[in-house]
């Protein structure tokens, strides 16, 4: 009898719905329009920064997401791969806002690099945070 080869599986997706890579990785946009909230947003104590995105949704600690971020009055969007290194909770004591903490995963991150320029000067400034 002679030989069937089987065909080609077709090619899926990367982010297919109910793929594994969807269910490690979520998708959230983030807009910031003010240097100051910017300022009260940014983490740049984390190895490669990051964010503090107020949301009323909360992951767990660990937990892969990708940020669509629209920052200040840049004409592009920051796609950029972070990580959920904590989470506020609602009700948290002290009246802290809801949501997470996020530590950007790429050494290079474009995003880090823009906020970075945009907050230059501002290091050492009094007024409180989301973070610290």
Do not use: N
């Not at 080609?8 to 998708?27: F, Y």
């Not at 767990?60 to 920051?78: I, N, Q, R, T, V």
């Not at 991150?109 to 230059?120: D, G, H, K, T």
Request: charged share 20%; with cysteine; net charge positive.
């Amino acid at each position: 009898m002679p030989r069937r080869e089987a065909a080609p599986a077709p090619l899926e997706p990367v982010m297919a719905k109910g793929s594994p890579a969807l269910e490690r990785s979520k998708l959230l946009s983030f807009e910031i329009r003010d240097r100051a909230a910017l300022y009260g947003a940014y983490m740049p104590f984390l190895t490669h920064g990051g964010l503090f995105i107020p949301t009323q949704t909360l992951y767990p600690l660990g937990a892969e997401l990708f940020l669509l971020l629209s920052l200040l009055d840049a004409p592009e969007k920051f796609p950029t791969a972070a990580r959920v290194v904590w989470t506020t909770p609602l009700k948290a004591q002290g009246a802290r806002r809801p949501g997470l903490g996020v530590a950007f995963t790429d050494p290079d991150c474009p995003a880090r690099r823009y906020i970075e320029r945009q907050l230059a000067g501002l290091g050492d400034s009094e007024r409180p945070t989301h973070t610290l």
